[in-house]
């Protein structure tokens, strides 16, 4: 018989290597006593603070012209509202229960922050690709921010509430299925683990999703910095520089001094490369900075993006982006690490199946933290307009299983799935969950609409 350890909600927060793995399956399954599976159907709303003041407060230290754009971009839809609004659930999910099982989390796990990229050795792979609110903190509140995002993404493309349903109901039975894989593999078998474009296209279950796939994949490959090169720059005066393209690319009145800004920035970045990536890098040389407005909840974060050319022209095209404090910190605990643009890479690192080569991080002279990435080298992500119920659910599985890779690298497979069982209770629960919390996603849009009709904020 073998004995039950002692471990308590809340402090499990790596693997337990120490305890084999049947202690770990046993304290796994013990944890449904704590957590029972059903209770995560619940949500109680209880006093909360207003969803326009924790907006704003999220607005501190962001350029104060850009923020009406954010604004603009989040009253397109309830869906544009959740993606630009991580602080208003995190202060929420962490009113809910959880199992105490901490893993690298995501923090801003919607189904637009998954797509395909390409690895070092150009293959397509398919994961998730946005870690600015990345920290360790509870599993359940990436999977559960998942699933809330595809139901109200499911009702903005205007399925019904049946099919809504059902792609919830897919992506966390893909994930229970993918841990309970996970759980069983050698520890070097889950880090090696990827989702490769190629088996996608392989292992769909139909000929519309094949297709999909297929076209996703082509896509990607289309997407070289070769061509994102050709299109966002010109040649001025024998100079090779950026097309200002207002508000969404521009450069700055004081040009001259931000590009020598940047350049102390950029010397700094490449000292936390590895020194074949730094010997990579000094084969290029910096030519033309510009502020680039990404996203929604990016929107008004200082964001830029640098052109490099090699002696032989090649171009090089990186993003610059402002790293500011995780949503979750101050409801998952003190981020490790001092420098934010730090936790970033290093959280991409751990959750992604392979990472850009030029990853990295800096400070500026204004304390501000950034991390360096290469821009829209072969990434590409879904469209939801037009999207069929039955494209939304396989999509909805690809999500599943792609975070369940990413938390099993990071936690506990072992303890997570045992926990979750062969049954599908934690399925149907998290659905259910999402289901009700999507219309509090609705009315909180509807307070951002109320606030710009009132003047108390402003939109473009």
Same mark, same amino acid.
């Given at each position: 018989?073998?004995?039950?350890?002692?471990?308590?909600?809340?402090?499990?927060?790596?693997?337990?290597?120490?305890? +084999?793995?049947?202690?770990?399956?046993?304290?796994?399954?013990?944890?449904?006593?704590?957590?029972?599976?059903?209770?995560?159907?619940?949500?109680?709303?209880?006093?909360?603070?207003?969803?326009?003041?924790?907006?704003?407060?999220?607005?501190?230290?962001?350029?104060?012209?850009?923020?009406?754009?954010?604004?603009?971009?989040?009253?397109?839809?309830?869906?544009?509202?959740?993606?630009?609004?991580?602080?208003?659930?995190?202060?929420?999910?962490?009113?809910?229960?959880?199992?105490?099982?901490?893993?690298?989390?995501?923090?801003?796990?919607?189904?637009?922050?998954?797509?395909?990229?390409?690895?070092?050795?150009?293959?397509?792979?398919?994961?998730?690709?946005?870690?600015?609110?990345?920290?360790?903190?509870?599993?359940?509140?990436?999977?559960?921010?998942?699933?809330?995002?595809?139901?109200?993404?499911?009702?903005?493309?205007?399925?019904? =509430?049946? =099919?809504?349903?059902?792609?919830?109901?897919?992506?966390?039975?893909?994930?229970?299925?993918?841990?309970?894989?996970?759980?069983?593999?050698?520890?070097?078998?889950?880090?090696?683990?990827?989702?490769?474009?190629?088996?996608?296209?392989?292992?769909?279950?139909?000929? @519309? +999703?094949?297709?999909?796939?297929?076209?996703?994949?082509?896509?990607?490959?289309?997407?070289?910095?070769?061509? +994102?090169?050709?299109?966002?720059?010109?040649?001025?005066?024998?100079?090779?520089?950026?097309?200002?393209?207002?508000?969404?690319?521009?450069?700055?009145?004081?040009?001259?001094?931000?590009?020598?800004?940047?350049? /102390?920035?950029?010397?700094?970045?490449? =000292?936390? %490369?590895?020194?074949?990536?730094?010997?990579?890098?000094?084969?290029?040389?910096?030519?033309? /900075?510009?502020?680039?407005? /990404?996203?929604?909840?990016?929107?008004?974060?200082?964001?830029?993006?640098?052109?490099?050319?090699?002696?032989?022209?090649? #171009?090089?095209?990186?993003?610059?982006?402002?790293?500011?404090?995780?949503?979750?910190?101050?409801?998952?605990?003190?981020? #490790?690490?001092?420098?934010?643009?730090?936790?970033?890479?290093?959280?991409?690192?751990?959750?992604?199946?392979?990472?850009?080569?030029?990853?990295?991080?800096?400070?500026?002279?204004?304390?501000?933290?950034?991390?360096?990435?290469?821009?829209?080298?072969?990434?590409?992500?879904?469209?939801?307009?037009?999207?069929?119920?039955?494209?939304?659910?396989?999509?909805?599985?690809?999500?599943?299983?792609? %975070?369940?890779?990413?938390?099993?690298?990071?936690?506990?497979?072992?303890?997570?799935?045992?926990?979750?069982?062969?049954?599908?209770?934690?399925?149907?629960?998290?659905?259910?969950?999402?289901?009700?919390?999507?219309?509090?996603? @609705?009315?909180?849009?509807?307070?951002?609409?109320?606030?710009?009709?009132?003047?108390?904020?402003?939109?473009?």
């Amino acid at each position: 018989m073998t004995s039950t350890p002692n471990i308590k909600s809340g402090e499990i927060t790596s693997t337990n290597s120490q305890l +084999t793995v049947a202690q770990r399956q046993e304290a796994g399954k013990a944890l449904r006593q704590v957590v029972s599976r059903s209770a995560h159907r619940n949500w109680h709303l209880t006093e909360r603070p207003d969803p326009i003041d924790l907006l704003e407060i999220s607005n501190q230290g962001r350029i104060r012209e850009l923020i009406p754009i954010r604004y603009g971009r989040m009253l397109q839809s309830p869906f544009a509202f959740l993606r630009g609004s991580a602080i208003i659930m995190a202060v929420d999910l962490a009113q809910t229960l959880t199992t105490g099982i901490h893993v690298q989390a995501c923090g801003d796990c919607h189904l637009l922050n998954f797509g395909g990229f390409a690895t070092p050795e150009r293959n397509l792979i398919f994961d998730l690709n946005d870690f600015d609110e990345t920290l360790s903190a509870p599993w359940e509140w990436d999977i559960k921010r998942l699933v809330i995002s595809i139901i109200v993404a499911g009702k903005d493309i205007c399925l019904n =509430d049946k =099919d809504c349903y059902d792609a919830a109901l897919a992506a966390v039975r893909a994930y229970r299925l993918s841990m309970q894989e996970y759980g069983q593999m050698n520890t070097l078998a889950v880090w090696y683990a990827r989702l490769d474009a190629n088996m996608l296209v392989e292992h769909a279950p139909d000929e @519309e +999703t094949r297709k999909y796939w297929e076209q996703m994949a082509n896509k990607a490959f289309t997407r070289t910095m070769q061509q +994102t090169f050709l299109q966002l720059t010109e040649e001025v005066n024998g100079q090779r520089r950026f097309i200002d393209q207002p508000p969404q690319l521009y450069h700055l009145p004081n040009q001259q001094e931000y590009f020598e800004e940047v350049g /102390v920035l950029f010397e700094q970045y490449r =000292d936390t %490369l590895q020194s074949d990536r730094q010997f990579l890098l000094d084969r290029y040389r910096l030519v033309d /900075v510009a502020m680039k407005v /990404v996203g929604v909840g990016s929107v008004g974060t200082h964001c830029g993006v640098a052109l490099l050319l090699s002696n032989d022209h090649d #171009p090089l095209l990186l993003q610059f982006k402002e790293a500011r404090p995780s949503v979750l910190e101050p409801y998952a605990g003190k981020c #490790p690490y001092s420098h934010n643009g730090q936790r970033i890479v290093n959280g991409q690192r751990l959750m992604q199946a392979a990472s850009d080569i030029f990853l990295g991080w800096t400070s500026n002279s204004h304390g501000q933290d950034f991390y360096f990435r290469q821009l829209k080298d072969m990434k590409t992500s879904i469209k939801l307009k037009g999207m069929s119920a039955r494209g939304l659910e396989d999509y909805a599985e690809i999500c599943g299983c792609a %975070l369940a890779r990413a938390h099993a690298c990071s936690g506990d497979p072992v303890m997570i799935s045992s926990y979750l069982g062969k049954s599908d209770t934690f399925d149907s629960a998290v659905a259910d969950f999402a289901i009700t919390y999507a219309h509090q996603v @609705e009315q909180d849009y509807q307070a951002l609409v109320a606030a710009v009709q009132s003047g108390r904020i402003e939109a473009k």
